[in-house]
Structure formats: C-alpha cells, structure tokens
C-alpha cells in the first residue's frame, strides 16, 4: 500500500484551503528537501490514486513542515520527519503548479499553512511504519508528521499533533480533512 489521495500525472494537487489559517511565504527550503524522492510506508504500488512513479522530487502540496536553522541566524523549511517539530504544512509543492508565478524552484521560498486552517490533503500514509497494517483515520483523532514527512495516524516516536481529523477518506471522497494544530 501506499498513500491516498487524488493526484495529476505530473502535480499533485495542492492543498485546499477551507478555512483560512496563517501562510508564511518567507521560509527557503533545505536543500536536501529539494530533490527527496518521496516514498511513503510500504513504497508505491499504483492503488487508491497514490503517489506516481514519476512524481516530482521534493516537497509535495500537504506534506509537514518542520523549521531548520540553514546559516546563521537564517530560518528554513524541510521536510519533517517524527523528530522534528512540525510547523504547519506545505501549501505547494516545490515546483509549483501550472498557471502559477511562484514555483520553489524559481525563488527557492516555499508556503507553509499554519492554524488555525481547515484543510483538504490529498496524500497521506496509508500503512504504518512497519508496513504491517493499514493506518485508519476517523473524525476526531489526531494525525502526526511520519518518518517521511506526510500525514499520518500512527504517532510513533512523534509527540506533536499536527491537526484533528474533520474528514475521513471514502471511495467517493478519497481525500482527508484536517484541523490544524501547528
């Protein structure tokens, strides 16, 4: 398995906004979150609309954000993983969507939604960090930041919670809700 979620061929599809939290537009992205293959928990396997083969490196619209010192006094983003302490989650990937005048890879400034937002994410992990089960997401539990910085139900080592869930993902509606903490 792999994760959920509704994905274009080329783009995933950003993040939707519900309801309006805090965009902070000025931090620059870790380098080395700029060419990470994103691989989630049990790898890609082409079922539930997952994350393609040929996806974009980097960072991906929905996956959590945890803050970084790059030189100096200097504040940046990365990819989180559960030892960071997440701060929101990436609103864009890093290249950008098409129509659109502000791809990471033009400015190397990325978009980061914060709370109090309520937000639609199309990728998430499917399966647990062992790849032993199935994560199951129900309206009102917690969702943390996994070891490859998508959304998640297992907490694992994390101890912040990102955002409560609001919507569970079906067959007809193949996306998850979230109220965000961070």
């Not at 950003?14 to 049990?42: C, D, F, M, Q, W």
């Not at 100096?72 to 993983?81: C, N, R, V």
């Not at 890093?94 to 990325?110: D, I, Q, T």
């Not at 910085?149 to 998850?176: F, K």
């Amino acid at each position: 398995m792999a994760t959920g979620g509704v994905v274009n061929t080329v783009l995933i599809d950003p993040v939707e906004i519900l309801y309006r939290g805090h965009n902070k537009a000025l931090y620059t992205l870790l380098a080395a979150s700029r060419t990470t293959a994103v691989t989630p928990n049990g790898g890609l396997d082409g079922t539930h609309g997952n994350l393609p083969t040929n996806r974009p490196l980097g960072v991906l619209p929905g996956m959590v954000a945890s803050l970084v010192t790059i030189s100096g006094e200097e504040f940046g983003a990365k990819i989180s993983d559960n030892d960071d302490e997440p701060i929101g989650l990436f609103l864009l990937g890093y290249e950008g969507h098409n129509f659109e005048n502000s791809p990471g890879v033009a400015s190397n400034k990325v978009t980061i939604i914060s709370a109090p937002a309520v937000v639609k994410i199309y990728i998430w992990e499917d399966r647990n960090v062992a790849d032993n089960a199935d994560n199951t997401y129900t309206v009102g539990t917690s969702v943390y930041s996994s070891p490859n910085g998508l959304v998640t139900s297992e907490a694992g080592d994390a101890t912040t919670v990102v955002g409560i869930v609001n919507h569970a993902p079906t067959t007809a509606e193949n996306w998850l809700g979230l109220e965000l903490r961070v």
